[in-house]
């Protein structure tokens, strides 16, 4: 008995094993994006050079606006958009080397992180909000603003993150506790100097 010889026919076999490895390859493609899209960046050190400024990860974008220092520590809160994704981090300070009087390099390191995919970095998701005794490292989810002249006041927001400076997590807190403005002219005149350098 011979073996049976099997003739791939134009627009047969051939053409539907094609489908199935170009299938195969889609669905790799996508689980890479997705495992790059929830990852985290805890633990990850983020530089900053007085001559190139901020060495983000990649696709990762802070504006200047969206970054608000913990008052009397090393600590800072940052709105970062990440791979689409708007995320809430904590970062603790350090000075490598003072390079001048006015500049120095500076190591972060992102101590906790919260995502928040359906939110937009800057504007639902924002730091521009001070505590109960006015003192700035709040962030607000889910926000609403409303117009007043050349501000923006909070209207509502689903809820306030606060950094708790004993454990360096971020923590809910009430949304009474807070107040906050936004000032859109700053903002985008501070992100285009940023563009520029």
Same mark, same amino acid.
Not at 28 to 52: D, H, K, N, W
Not at 105 to 120: A, C, G, I, S
Not at 150 to 177: C, H, I, M, S
């Given at each position: 008995?011979?073996?049976?010889?099997? &003739?791939?026919? $134009?627009?047969?076999?051939?053409?539907?094993? *094609?489908?199935? @490895?170009?299938?195969? =390859?889609?669905?790799?493609?996508?689980?890479?994006?997705?495992?790059?899209?929830?990852?985290? #960046?805890? *633990?990850?050190?983020? #530089?900053?050079? $007085?001559?190139?400024?901020?060495?983000? $990860?990649?696709?990762?974008?802070?504006?200047?606006?969206?970054?608000?220092? @913990?008052?009397?520590?090393?600590?800072?809160?940052?709105?970062?958009?990440?791979? *689409?994704?708007?995320?809430?981090?904590?970062?603790?300070?350090?000075?490598?080397?003072?390079?001048?009087?006015?500049?120095?390099?500076?190591? =972060?390191? !992102?101590?906790?992180?919260? !995502? #928040?995919?359906?939110?937009?970095?800057?504007?639902?998701?924002? @730091?521009?909000?001070?505590? $109960?005794?006015?003192?700035?490292? #709040?962030?607000?989810?889910?926000?609403?603003?409303?117009?007043?002249?050349?501000?923006?006041?909070?209207? +509502?927001?689903?809820?306030?993150?606060?950094?708790?400076? &004993?454990?360096?997590?971020?923590?809910?807190?009430? @949304?009474?506790? !807070?107040?906050?403005?936004? =000032?859109?002219?700053?903002?985008?005149?501070?992100?285009?100097?940023?563009?520029? +350098?």
């Amino acid at each position: 008995m011979h073996p049976r010889r099997t &003739r791939i026919l $134009p627009g047969g076999r051939g053409k539907r094993a *094609g489908k199935w @490895v170009g299938a195969i =390859f889609l669905c790799l493609l996508a689980t890479t994006a997705g495992a790059a899209e929830a990852e985290s #960046y805890v *633990g990850r050190p983020i #530089y900053s050079e $007085p001559a190139s400024g901020l060495q983000l $990860p990649p696709l990762c974008q802070v504006d200047p606006s969206w970054r608000a220092s @913990v008052s009397g520590t090393d600590l800072e809160i940052w709105v970062a958009l990440c791979w *689409g994704d708007a995320r809430v981090w904590l970062l603790k300070r350090q000075v490598i080397e003072v390079v001048s009087a006015r500049q120095s390099r500076l190591r =972060f390191e !992102v101590l906790d992180e919260h !995502v #928040y995919p359906q939110e937009v970095a800057g504007d639902t998701l924002s @730091v521009q909000c001070t505590g $109960p005794r006015d003192e700035p490292g #709040y962030v607000v989810r889910g926000a609403q603003w409303r117009s007043d002249g050349k501000e923006l006041r909070l209207r +509502n927001a689903r809820g306030v993150l606060r950094p708790d400076t &004993r454990t360096q997590k971020l923590v809910d807190t009430e @949304v009474g506790a !807070v107040e906050c403005v936004r =000032f859109p002219e700053r903002e985008a005149m501070m992100k285009r100097l940023q563009q520029k +350098n």
